[in-house]
């Protein structure tokens, strides 16, 4: 036995206010207090140390100990070694505590490993989704100006089609699609059949997809459809998305530019940024819902379907439009349930027409 199990504190009885001088003496499953009384008697109690109700150090050679229900009797010992001599089985918090002091290498490993999963699913699951629910904060200002700059970036190594493009617009303008973005389309030389949207306003059209439309109901449903990709903030929350990442790090170094330029250096890539299957229904049903307020045909998203699911059959890229491949059944189906459900009424528009009569109908070689 050890010499330093006997110690010297004070007991508080829970009776009366006055403390008892008692000796302690520490054994490894239990206190035994001895207090000797005035007629020269000694009263001995032993505290089985798994039922102590209270172990507080409330200094280094502080520790105050409470045992029993009632009497409440509370035990003071001042003494640097009686905190190491010893020591009480703990609980709760405090057993986690003590186990990653003094568990060992497989605790700290655990932990570690809890804190990066959970760093990992922060930043890989969370953080995209925060960055993309912070979207509806962004200023269309900023959409713009961020939808110009990457469409800056993309066109240099595009080459756009002026005739096309100057008809395109005249086009777009005819629609009313019930938004205060500024739209713009440019229709690009490209043998893909694609055509996808900007933050702000830009929509981009291929040759290949432009040239195979039959219908200018056609058109009008793909501008619809992409605009409302626009309207919805599609594009937008998808580059958040992405690049919620840098604008975490952004964030905390309070500099922006860092994120312009990262998101222009990938500009190329960024219509390449897939929707989901939700977004897509969203934008097919704003589509509709233009077509329908301008009294266009809205067959025509449906004969778009039509013509640019044989092109994907045919082994073709597919286009952003139907990005969603194969559930452009689905798609179909939910226009024309929406046109069976609302029964849009619609007129011919003959100037839509002959625009796209002279967008699509090829030149006569000289
Ligand atoms: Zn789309």
Do not use: C
């Not at 109700?53 to 010992?77: C, N, R, S």
């Not at 990442?245 to 309070?254: M, R």
């Amino acid at each position: 036995m050890q010499e330093s199990n006997l110690f010297e504190g004070q007991l508080f009885d829970g009776k009366s206010s006055e403390s008892k001088k008692v000796a302690v003496l520490v054994y490894s499953d239990r206190l035994v207090i001895h207090h000797q009384k005035e007629d020269g008697t000694t009263e001995t109690q032993s505290w089985e140390t798994n039922k102590l109700k209270d172990y507080q150090k409330l200094a280094k050679d502080f520790i105050q100990i409470q045992y029993g229900d009632f009497p409440l009797q509370t035990l003071e010992v001042k003494s640097e070694t009686f905190a190491e001599t010893f020591k009480p089985p703990v609980s709760g918090f405090q057993k986690v505590i003590h186990q990653v002091v003094h568990g060992g290498i497989i605790t700290i490993l655990a932990i570690t490993f809890v804190v990066f999963a959970f760093l990992g699913f922060a930043y890989f699951y969370a953080l995209p989704w925060l960055a993309e629910k912070s979207v509806v904060f962004v200023p269309k200002e900023y959409e713009v100006k961020m939808g110009e700059s990457i469409y800056q970036s993309y066109i240099q190594s595009e080459e756009i089609d002026t005739a096309k493009t100057e008809l395109a617009n005249n086009f777009l303008k005819q629609i009313d699609f019930q938004t205060d973005y500024p739209l713009q389309v440019t229709v690009v030389k490209s043998s893909i059949k694609n055509a996808f949207a900007l933050p702000g306003g830009h929509v981009v059209v291929y040759t290949e997809l432009l040239d195979n439309m039959k219908s200018y109901e056609e058109l009008a449903g793909l501008l619809g459809h992409e605009v409302g990709h626009v309207k919805q903030r599609h594009t937008t929350r998808n580059i958040f998305r992405s690049f919620s990442g840098y604008l975490l790090i952004s964030i905390f170094l309070g500099d922006f530019s860092g994120v312009s330029a990262t998101v222009l250096d990938n500009a190329n890539q960024l219509h390449q940024l897939s929707y989901s299957r939700e977004l897509e229904s969203e934008a097919d049903r704003t589509g509709f819902q233009t077509l329908k307020h301008n009294h266009i045909d809205a067959k025509g998203m449906i004969s778009l379907f039509e013509n640019l699911q044989k092109g994907n059959e045919a082994g073709n890229v597919v286009p952003e439009f139907l990005s969603t491949h194969p559930m452009t059944e689905n798609r179909m189906i939910f226009i024309k349930d929406m046109i069976k459900k609302e029964k849009p009424a619609h007129i011919e528009h003959y100037f839509l027409e002959g625009l796209f009569k002279q967008m699509t109908v090829p030149k006569a070689d000289y």
